[in-house]
């Protein structure tokens, strides 16, 4: 069905349908998800499909209605792509906001779209053992990194965008700001790491004056706070917790800045660490994070804490975790255990059946 304004106009954030051309649709949607608060990781997400979305109505035939485009894109996702249920969501959300927020249309039919059903799947855990091994394997900052992220629950870009600030020794708390969703949450700060991540601040710090003298030492700020606090930028407790190894010129301001380090260099490290472990799981960053979550319900902790220092809105969440425990199937013995020693008697009965068998066939049919 085609395409219908909301109430007959469209947003004031937006000009009109009609007047907006890719280009100008695309900082529409920006600038409607910036108003929202979205995040930038949901920012570069929507925007993505809407450019895969434009890219795809330019092979359609032209005066091709809206409606039809964006259902032959979706069917396209679902059929020639065989892209997952999640990601046809994630698609969905973005094409809805583009066309709502971004120009003012509204596409009611795609309430009734359903995304293909994904069945629940288990999250991959490692033992103590192996987690032991994998972080044996690292060096560095990227250890560390590697040692909060199972030691703290973290996620990746939580570490790795942890700020000095951030980090609190006498209370053995780690604050995550702007997490998932948004929110602010506090999280266990292992005391056996306390002596490391002081040795490692050191060093961060040494670097931080070095850059300072040579005009550099500048870090990006959230939302509006630069122009609140300009000094704060190059101030020790803003810096990055885990910078990365060179500085770049922000092309906005001219300002030369360290960005934290890169989610792709830790996840190649992970990646090389756990073959070098010889770890026979897909184990990846996010692993240790679930790892973490599982190890302290094994240790008896209770799941309502376990849910606030992940920072999942909904216990359900957590209660994927209550599957992969020791005393879950894992846990459980198996009848076979206690016919006792069956797997090998097993072979030596095979054996003698075969030699049996050599010498007389078995008698069938008699009581």
Same mark, same amino acid.
């Given at each position: 069905?085609?395409?219908?304004?909301?109430?007959?106009?469209?947003?004031?954030?937006?000009?009109?349908?009609?007047?907006?051309?890719?280009?100008?649709?695309?900082?529409?949607?920006?600038?409607?998800?910036?108003?929202?608060?979205?995040s930038r990781r949901t920012?570069?997400?929507?925007?993505?499909?809407?450019?895969?979305? $434009? %890219?795809?109505?330019?092979?359609?035939? *032209?005066?091709?209605?809206?409606?039809? *485009?964006?259902?032959?894109?979706?069917?396209?996702?679902?059929?020639?792509?065989?892209?997952?249920?999640?990601?046809?969501?994630?698609?969905?959300?973005?094409?809805?906001?583009?066309?709502?927020?971004? %120009?003012?249309?509204?596409? #009611?039919?795609?309430?009734?779209?359903?995304?293909?059903?994904?069945?629940?799947?288990?999250?991959?855990?490692?033992?103590?053992?192996? !987690?032991?091994?994998?972080?044996?394997?690292?060096?560095?900052?990227? &250890?560390?990194?590697?040692?909060?992220?199972?030691?703290?629950?973290?996620?990746?870009?939580?570490?790795?965008? $942890?700020?000095?600030?951030?980090?609190?020794?006498?209370?053995?708390?780690?604050? +995550?700001?702007?997490g998932k969703g948004d929110?602010? %949450?506090?999280?266990?700060?292992?005391?056996?790491?306390?002596?490391?991540?002081?040795?490692?601040?050191?060093? !961060?710090?040494?670097?931080?004056?070095?850059?300072?003298?040579?005009?550099?030492?500048?870090? +990006?700020? #959230?939302?509006?706070?630069?122009?609140?606090?300009?000094?704060?930028?190059?101030?020790?407790?803003?810096?990055?917790?885990?910078?990365?190894?060179?500085?770049? @010129?922000?092309?906005? @301001?001219?300002?030369?800045?360290?960005?934290?380090?890169?989610?792709?260099?830790?996840?190649?490290?992970?990646?090389?660490? /756990?073959?070098?472990?010889?770890?026979?799981?897909?184990?990846?960053?996010?692993?240790?994070?679930?790892?973490?979550?599982?190890?302290?319900?094994?240790?008896?902790?209770?799941?309502?804490?376990? &849910?606030?220092?992940?920072?999942?809105?909904?216990?359900?969440?957590?209660?994927?975790? @209550?599957?992969?425990?020791?005393?879950? #199937?894992?846990? /459980?013995?198996?009848?076979?255990?206690?016919?006792?020693?069956?797997?090998?008697?097993?072979?030596?009965?095979? !054996?003698?059946?075969?030699?049996?068998?050599?010498?007389?066939? #078995?008698?069938?049919?008699?009581?």
């Amino acid at each position: 069905m085609p395409s219908s304004p909301i109430n007959g106009a469209a947003h004031p954030e937006s000009p009109p349908a009609a007047e907006l051309r890719p280009r100008e649709w695309m900082e529409a949607t920006r600038t409607a998800l910036r108003l929202r608060r979205y995040s930038r990781r949901t920012e570069e997400a929507y925007l993505g499909w809407l450019v895969r979305f $434009l %890219r795809f109505r330019r092979r359609l035939p *032209a005066g091709t209605p809206d409606a039809v *485009a964006v259902q032959q894109f979706l069917s396209h996702l679902a059929g020639p792509r065989r892209v997952s249920g999640p990601t046809q969501k994630q698609a969905l959300s973005a094409i809805r906001f583009a066309y709502d927020r971004g %120009r003012g249309m509204a596409l #009611p039919w795609l309430d009734e779209f359903m995304p293909a059903h994904r069945p629940p799947r288990l999250p991959v855990v490692l033992s103590p053992q192996e !987690v032991r091994a994998v972080i044996a394997e690292l060096r560095g900052a990227k &250890q560390l990194v590697a040692m909060l992220m199972y030691g703290s629950g973290l996620r990746l870009l939580e570490a790795l965008s $942890l700020r000095v600030k951030d980090v609190d020794f006498s209370r053995s708390t780690l604050v +995550v700001r702007s997490g998932k969703g948004d929110k602010d %949450r506090a999280t266990v700060f292992p005391v056996s790491l306390h002596q490391r991540i002081r040795e490692h601040l050191e060093r !961060v710090q040494r670097l931080h004056e070095r850059d300072r003298k040579r005009g550099a030492g500048a870090v +990006v700020l #959230p939302g509006a706070f630069a122009r609140k606090s300009p000094n704060a930028a190059r101030s020790w407790e803003w810096q990055w917790v885990f910078p990365a190894t060179s500085c770049y @010129t922000d092309r906005e @301001t001219g300002e030369r800045r360290r960005h934290h380090l890169h989610e792709s260099a830790m996840q190649r490290g992970m990646k090389e660490a /756990v073959l070098r472990a010889r770890i026979g799981k897909r184990a990846t960053c996010h692993t240790l994070r679930h790892s973490f979550a599982t190890h302290l319900l094994e240790q008896g902790y209770d799941i309502r804490t376990v &849910q606030e220092l992940l920072g999942h809105a909904d216990v359900s969440t957590t209660m994927v975790y @209550t599957h992969v425990l020791d005393r879950g #199937p894992g846990g /459980v013995r198996s009848p076979l255990e206690l016919l006792g020693g069956i797997g090998a008697a097993s072979e030596r009965l095979n !054996v003698d059946a075969g030699a049996e068998g050599e010498r007389r066939p #078995p008698e069938l049919g008699r009581g």
